[in-house]
């Protein structure tokens, strides 16, 4: 059973910046895909990003693209969202994702995500 624990969120203001990271429990997560989900509050999840087992094919949300970037660190079991000029429509409860039947490709549909972390919340204010 892998284990994703997400970290990096916090307050911060309109135009600034965080980077979340998600560590993973098994080494096996370097053949999985990743995404990054969000859902703020009275909302549903939504998809931010994927990156896929070797980290060249990447897809993003279009409320993100230009601002977020995803990556991740195989040797570390770690992925990473950086989030840059921030707005407060981000705000949102942050969720890492790993998908273990997709390696070459990621999904931006959350139920083709196997394991999830607990998430970490993102607040950005006006």
């Known amino acids: 059973q892998v284990q994703l624990v997400e970290s990096g969120g916090g307050l911060v203001q309109a135009g600034g910046s965080l980077r979340l990271s998600c560590a993973a429990s098994?080494?096996?997560?370097?053949?999985?895909?990743m995404g990054w989900f969000r859902q703020a509050p009275g909302k549903e999840r939504e998809f931010v990003a994927t990156?896929?087992?070797?980290?060249?094919?990447?897809y993003y949300a279009d409320s993100v693209k230009g601002r977020f970037t995803i990556s991740r660190d195989n040797a570390k079991n770690t992925v990473y969202l950086q989030m840059n000029n921030l707005k407060p429509e981000d705000t949102a409860v942050y969720y890492c994702?790993?998908?273990?039947?997709?390696?070459?490709?990621?999904?931006?549909?959350?139920?083709?995500?196997?394991?999830w972390g607990q998430g970490t919340q993102v607040t950005v204010s006006s």
């Open positions: 098994e080494r096996a997560v370097i053949f999985y895909s």
């Open positions: 990156i896929n087992s070797n980290g060249d094919v990447i």
């Open positions: 994702a790993a998908d273990r039947d997709n390696r070459y490709s990621g999904s931006s549909v959350d139920y083709t995500y196997d394991y």
